[in-house]
Structure formats: C-alpha cells, structure tokens
C-alpha cells in the first residue's frame, strides 16, 4: 500500500475513533438528544408493521400526520413551559374554550372566520397574561393556577356553546377545507423541503463564521452538507410516498412551520436565551440582568395562544363543537408530547422539535392499536409506560451530567 493510501486510512481510523469517543461522551455526559425518541419511533413503526402491514401504507401514514396537528400544535407551548420548569394543566380546556369561540361565532353570530380566530387569540392572551401575573405577583405554584384555570375556562366553555352544547361548523368553512382536504401539490411539497434544506445549510455556514470571528472551534461544512442533504433525501421519500394516496396535508405543513419558527425563536434570539436561562437557574439569570417575570409572562401567554390554534384546528379536523371538546386526553397528550419528545421536566432543556417528536410517538400508538382493533385502555396503559420511560430517561440523563460535570 503506498503512502498516501496508508495517510487516507489512518486519517479515516482516526474520524472513526473520534465519532466513537464524540458518541461515547454523550451517553456518558447524558446528552444523547433526540436519538433516543427517534429510535424508539422507528421501532414501534417497525412492531406496528410487522402486526398490521396497513400501517405503513400512504393512506394510513396521511391520516397518521393530520392527527398530529392539532395536539402537537398544543404541545409546542407545554415545551416552551417545562423550558421554563413550570407546566400547564388548563391547554385543553383553553383549546376547547377556543373550540367554542369558532363554532358559536362562525355559526350564531356570523363572524367571518379571521375575526373569529382573532377574539379566540385575545381570549389565550387573556388567560396567560392572568397565569402569569398570578405566578410572577403572588408567587401561587403554576401547578395550582392552571389546575383552577382548568375548571374556569371550562364553565367559559360550557358558557359559550349555551344549553345546545354542540355545534357542527359547515364543511365548506375554510377552517374545515384547511384542517380536512387541503393538500400541497406534490411540486410544492418538494420545493419546501429544497427550501428548509437550503435554509438549514445557509444558517450552519453562517454559525461557522460567526464562530471563526469568535476564533471558536467549528465544525465541518461537510457534514452539515450531508445533514441538509440528507434531510431533503428524508422529506423528498416522503412526499413521494404521501403523494401516492392525498399528499402532504396543509395543516400538517402549518404545524412543521410553527415548529420551526419556535425552534428560531428558541435558538436564534435573545428571547429564546433567556428562557433557557431562567429554565437553567433563574437566580442566575435574574443576576445576568433578564427580566425573569417578563420572560414567565411570555411564556404563559403562549402557551395559551398556542392551545388557542390546536383548538381551533381540532375544531376544523371534526367540523364540529361539542362539550368534550378539548376535553378527555387533550391535556395529558399534549403534555405527554412534551415530555417524551426530550424536553426535561426539570427545566431549561429540550426544544421546539420535542413536541413533532412526541407527538409523533403517541399518535402512532394510537393509531396503531386502532388498527389492531385493541380496546383504547391497552392505549392508555401503553402511553403511560412510555411516558414513565422517557421521565426517567431525563432523570438518569440529568443525573449523569450532573456527575459528569463534578467529573
């Protein structure tokens, strides 16, 4: 073997040898991220397909994403909470309130529907301006606020919608047609997807210079070539596997988006920081100079915002409002979303992309178990187990660098 051949091999050994210890200090310093949600999606995508060969197939994975939206959209303001350690028990009836909103004033009053979308939105800034004037003025746990906040927005609920209890919206509502049968050309679909990968190369070549102004060490634009093309590798397979059924649905790609714009927000502005400061330590950040209420204030607001348009999608997705809507496994799935997706009990780690991962999981129980036609208590018990595993994952997780950072 010649020279430079034997160069070329030993330069190949020698990434290979700092991949493996890269990967070692992570399980080690418990900073695996999301590798073990993905995991654990493919497997029980593979189990459900070994037990029912219908669950992989373009129609069943379609119904699979438009199922996401609507509590994934909720979940994303439960992230944005739990960054901060505190959490929020009262999104489901916040989402049924907005529910109610729709329906009554699309149907009774005659409101156009961006009129009505909007007095839905004032109401979610209404009640997270109260949860976090309660928490940050008084100092009463966010457990126990949005737990009464829970039984409150619900009797508005029941107040809205009146003795009818339920409301059906007309299928051909633009809300309806967007939560139900609006799907992205498969052009269209594939130039968002060359769009976000391009985007996500852009933004690593300007991190990487920011980082050598810094004279900070950076890493390889090769490899975040390969993860951006790789990513359009992923979402062009899916499209062109969607698109052999309906396609990819419109209020799924909303829900993708609002996940990313977050994801935005969380890294790239000082907002995002000092959430993820407060979350770490908030009298370390109160020392740093962040308005540590502001930032609390923020927060509730938007968690209940968000809650306001899972609400109103579920709304489109079932055309109609009843008294249980918003209600039953609402709350639990959201935060469960949360949860297992990565994003840390504890404060101050996890991201916007935890609520497409967690959702993602607990619809494909459901919808799996559907399919094998097994009673909905296997369901709940499933999901519990998997919540209860991914708890303490980020226990053992924190735990580990909390001892790799004594180390």
């Known amino acids: 073997m010649t020279g430079p051949a034997i160069g ?21 310093g418990g900073s695996l991220g999301s590798l073990p949600v993905v995991i654990g999606l493919v497997l029980i995508w593979a189990v459900f397909q070994a037990l029912n060969p219908s669950f992989l197939s373009a129609d069943n994975l379609v119904n699979l994403t438009l199922q996401c939206a609507a509590v994934g959209t909720i979940a994303i303001g439960i992230v944005l909470v739990l960054l901060l350690g505190q959490i929020d028990l009262s999104v489901g009836s916040v989402s049924g309130l907005a529910a109610a909103i729709l329906g009554v004033g699309l149907t009774q009053l005659g409101w156009p529907l961006a009129l009505t979308i909007l007095v839905a939105l004032l109401a979610g800034v209404a009640i997270g301006l109260l949860y976090g004037v309660l928490f940050t003025r008084f100092g009463v746990p966010s457990f126990i606020i949005t737990l009464a906040g829970l039984l409150g927005v619900l009797g508005l609920q029941l107040k809205v919608l009146g003795p009818a209890g339920s409301i059906n919206i007309p299928p051909e509502s633009p809300i309806v047609l967007f ?59 899916a499209v062109s596997y969607l698109a052999t059924d309906r396609g990819v649905g419109v209020m799924f790609v909303f829900f993708i988006a609002l996940v990313i714009v977050m994801d935005v927000v969380l890294t790239r502005t000082v907002w995002g920081r000092e959430v993820y400061a407060v979350g770490g330590s908030v009298e370390a950040a109160r020392r740093a100079g962040i308005r540590v209420n502001r930032v609390y204030i923020s927060v ?45 009990l504890f404060g101050g780690r996890g991201s916007a992309w935890s609520a497409l991962l967690g959702i993602a999981v607990i619809q494909s129980i459901s919808n799996g178990l559907t399919l094998l036609t097994l009673d909905s208590s296997i369901r709940y018990m499933i999901t519990g187990g998997v919540l209860l595993l991914a708890v303490i994952i980020d226990s053992l997780s924190r735990r580990s660098r909390a001892a790799h950072g004594q180390a």
């Open 8 to 28: 070329a091999v030993e330069t190949g050994r020698s990434r290979v040898a700092s991949a493996a210890r890269e990967l070692r200090d992570r399980v080690t």
């Open 179 to 237: 939560a139900q049968s609006w799907f992205l050309p498969p052009w269209l679909a594939y130039l968002l997807a060359a769009l976000w990968a391009g985007a996500m190369f852009l933004s690593a070549v300007l991190r990487q210079r920011r980082r050598i102004r810094a004279e900070l060490p950076t890493s390889s634009l090769g490899w975040q070539a390969a993860k951006a093309g790789g990513l359009l590798l992923l979402c062009a397979a």
């Open 300 to 344: 509730f607001v938007l968690c209940s915002c968000f809650a306001v348009v899972g609400g109103i999608l579920a709304a489109g997705r079932l055309s109609s409002v009843t008294l249980s809507s918003g209600a039953g496994d609402t709350n639990l799935n959201a935060i469960a979303a949360a949860v297992i997706g990565g994003t840390s």
